[in-house]
């Protein structure tokens, strides 16, 4: 053993972290004969700096990573960069940097600092977004999309941010005032003609969950999100016999439609608007295209109409109804037309009530008074039997649903129908810094794909990237020109460039083949390793990336090219840490905790052990710049411990067994916490079984076969929190090179088991029963445990005890 006496992690991080990359100790390769195991973390953007959120998502992930390859797994654990994108075009812009200079050079850096968590990250896989060869493969996906018919062209109004020169997809507006996520200017509406990705086709498909261990918050967002509803589409007409098709959820209430409403941009409204309300009509509209969809749908915001003097007539009774313009019926969600039945929804009850419509009750369920509608104080939601329903009326409750669509699909009137909220996905962006969109427009052919072999399309790199207003791909002299595929004529590439989720949706299939120039990935590669074993992220990603790559991999499983009901087959996402003020982390609140400086003065392991100890994963927590004292405390008391040569002394068996005992307590629940990532009690679990050991050392357990195997052991359970000391100790110590390919230890569960005594159990002085308890049982605890005793209860009838009396290790005593 050699002289060591000061735990160093300023040295001793450095030096492993050179000999497992120089030795390749995390390459992982296709071995048949082992069971693959794919643990994948969202990839990190290209911003520049890596921040202690990516810690807290990536190192506890890592443990298990390590964990699991110690249980005998063969794991892959790739990192690579999401390297497209507006904000590097953005940052690129305020330091004057071409975006591909700024970008590759914040990869440089966040490699570096990626290396110094020590994680066993495969770098031989690592992937980069921006590369050609990456988006190569990228441009082959959306053509193998456009060809199923699932990229399409619709000239549509947009969300564009004025600020980014850019549109934004649905999910890139966020909050009350629909500002841009990237830089917060509100956006505004823009007809422009644009790329889709056909999601909706795959709604259903999306909704099922059922071959994914996924959080039940995702799930929930996702369907949220999708926004499936059934219920009945309905053909009304205008009295000048224009068919007007609606959604509603509630075909029984149809007897009940007393007015229409429409969206104040619904192709009709021009032509049944009387010529005496056509001012009144256009001003409405005017107003109402200023403002937000989410204003506009706002469930506290007043309702206002206009009425069109236009007229329809209710179907199923012929009857005659007033047709209005509302800003709260939205062009973009169902047909953008409304049937209105305001004695049983209440957003259609407030309007009738504010502008003096009929009000006609159509539902009557058991439980509620028998209601006028000129009375009512409130619409009645509920499911009834239906009343005023022409021949329907009578109709009990739990029928009503399924009667009126047969009666509407009998007369032609309409038919059951879904609907759903889930838009297509737009993935044109008229900005430079993307994988360009391969198509061709020729003024004979129109749009056609860029043929495979000429792949990928080269982003140029001599453009002006500054503001101009325009994108820069139209503005460059020669780019854009080229020839059509199909007749060889003078033709001219599309200038957009895709949304970054769309080079998201697939790195983890590039991370298995990264050198492979044939197509995306190898079969033989995707055969082995898909799908994704354990996925592990942020929650801020389930309506958008998590939902893009579930559609991605369905619709080329669909085609061939994928395998399987879905790509990730377990999620899970951490929390976030805030600052220590318990706010958001920003520069502007000066709360940012910096990991490069916590390396630098308490070692990657100690930052690792903190942050898997310090919150529930899931959750996240506060920082706490003490805390972490207290995981380099333990680190230097683990060190001192095993490096400190202490004589073997003739310690006492009992001793020997209680040490065993709390060794295999531990391993089981260590083992266990990993599986269910309950990373903060694996860190106090070692925590705790190290005040044992330095206990059971005092009175001379050191030297020991027990003491031995315990330090062992100790060893192995540290290795995947805190790879670096272990190994560093793991050498010390004369074991062989490297701990990180020794087997997770097992359980021994006879050693674990509790020893048991019998306890007496007396009440008022006389025994009335024995009961079984672990050895060293507290006071309290054997107080509990005679206290449940079935013979004990009878006795307090239900009472509490006057008072308890415990012997430790023989008896207690209840006085009633
Ligand atoms: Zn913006
Ligand atoms: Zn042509």
Redesign the pocket.
């Known amino acids: 053993m050699s002289e060591l006496t000061i735990y160093n992690p300023t040295d001793i991080e450095p030096k492993w972290q050179a000999r497992w990359e120089k030795e390749g100790l995390y390459q992982a390769e296709i071995d048949p004969s082992r069971t693959k195991f794919y643990a994948l973390t969202m990839l990190p953007y290209t911003s520049g700096d890596l921040h202690i959120g990516h810690w807290y998502a990536m190192t506890p992930p890592d443990a298990r990573a390590r964990f699991k390859r110690m249980q005998g797994y063969n794991v892959v654990f790739p990192i690579g960069f999401d390297a497209f994108g507006l904000p590097a075009e953005n940052a690129a812009i305020k330091k004057g940097i071409h975006p591909k200079t700024w970008t590759y050079a914040n990869i440089e850096h966040m490699r570096k600092q990626l290396k110094s968590m020590g994680a066993m990250w495969d770098w031989q896989r690592e992937m980069i977004s921006s590369d050609p060869e990456y988006y190569r493969w990228t441009q082959w996906f959306f053509i193998q999309l456009y060809k199923h018919g699932l990229a399409y062209r619709k000239y549509s109004p947009v969300d564009w ?1 004025p ?2 020169q850019t549109t934004l997809a649905r999910e890139q507006v966020q909050g009350e005032d629909r500002h ?1 996520e ?2 917060d ?1 509100p956006v505004i509406k823009k007809e422009l003609e644009q790329w889709f990705f056909k999601i909706t086709s795959y709604a259903d498909d999306l909704l099922d969950y059922s071959t994914i261990d996924w959080p039940e918050r995702v799930k929930t967002l996702q369907t949220n999100w999708i926004g499936r509803s059934e219920g009945a589409s309905v053909i009304f007409h205008s009295e000048q016999e224009d068919p007007i098709e609606i959604f509603t959820t509630r075909p029984d209430t149809l007897w009940g439609a007393t007015f229409m409403v429409l969206a104040p941009e619904h192709p009709l409204v021009q032509k049944i608007t009387a010529p005496t309300k056509r001012e009144a009509v256009d001003a409405y509209i005017r107003q109402a295209s200023r403002q937000s969809d989410i204003d506009r749908e706002a469930s506290d915001k007043e309702k206002t109409g206009v009425f069109t003097g236009g007229y329809a007539i209710n179907p199923v009774n012929g009857e005659r109804i007033p047709i209005w313009i509302a800003d709260y019926v939205l062009m973009t969600y169902g047909t953008g037309a409304i049937m209105a039945v305001p004695a049983h929804d209440q957003r259609d009850f407030d309007f009738a009530r504010k502008y003096g419509l009929e009000v006609r009750v159509v539902i009557q369920p058991a439980d509620i008074e028998p209601q006028e509608g000129a009375t009512m104080q409130a619409s009645v939601p509920a499911i009834g039997d239906m009343v005023n329903s022409g021949p329907l009326t009578g109709t009990p409750g739990k029928q009503a649903f399924s009667s009126a669509i047969e009666y509407i699909e009998s007369r032609g009137m309409g038919k059951a129908a879904v609907n759903y909220k889930l838009r297509d996905w737009l993935i044109s962006r008229q900005r430079y810094w993307g994988a360009p969109i391969p198509m061709v427009y020729c003024q004979t052919c129109g749009w056609n794909a860029v043929p495979e072999n000429q792949l990928p399309v080269l982003l140029p790199d001599d453009v002006e990237w500054q503001p101009t207003g325009v994108n820069p791909l139209t503005i460059h002299p020669t780019w854009k020109n080229t020839t059509c595929p199909v007749c060889g004529q003078p033709a001219t590439r599309e200038t957009d460039t895709m949304d970054t989720f769309m080079c998201s949706s697939w790195y983890h299939l590039r991370y298995l083949s990264p050198n492979y120039d044939q197509g995306p990935f190898r079969q033989q590669d995707y055969g082995y390793w898909m799908p994704v074993d354990n996925y592990t992220g942020g929650i801020e990603h389930a309506t958008m990336h998590l939902m893009y790559t579930r559609f991605f991999h369905k619709a080329l499983r669909d085609m061939g090219i994928t395998k399987g009901p879905e790509p990730m087959l377990q999620l899970r996402n951490q929390g976030i840490v805030l600052g220590e003020d318990s706010e958001k982390m920003s520069k502007s609140r000066g709360n940012v905790i910096s990991p490069d400086e916590l390396v630098a003065r308490y070692g990657a392991d100690s930052v690792r052990a903190y942050l898997m100890f310090f919150a529930r994963w899931e959750m996240g927590a506060p920082w706490s710049s003490t805390g972490i004292d207290g995981a380099y405390r333990w680190l230097r008391r683990v060190w001192i411990l095993f490096t400190d040569p202490v004589e073997k002394g003739n310690p006492d068996p009992e001793l020997l067994r209680a040490l065993r005992r709390k060794l295999h307590q531990t391993l089981k629940q260590v083992t266990h916490d990993f599986e269910v990532f309950e990373f903060n009690t694996i860190v106090s679990g070692l925590m705790e079984l190290l005040n044992e050991m330095y206990r059971a050392r005092e009175k001379g357990a050191a030297g020991t076969v027990e003491w031995n195997e315990a330090v062992d052991v100790y060893l192995r359970m540290m290795a995947p929190v805190t790879p670096h000391i272990a190994e560093e100790l793991w050498a010390f110590l004369g074991k062989p090179y490297s701990i990180h390919q020794q087997p997770w230890p097992a359980v021994d569960y006879e050693a674990a088991a509790d020893e048991l005594i019998t306890l007496i159990v007396q009440v008022n002085g006389k025994l009335r029963d024995r009961i079984q308890v672990p050895v060293g049982i507290s006071e309290q605890e054997a107080e509990a445990a005679a206290l449940q005793s079935e013979a004990i209860r009878k006795f307090l009838e239900g009472k509490p005890p006057l008072k308890v009396i415990v012997v430790p290790g023989r008896l207690v005593n209840i006085v009633v």
Do not use: D, S
Request: proline share 0%; with cysteine; aromatic share 0%.
């Open positions: 941010c600020h980014c841009c990237r830089c200017t």
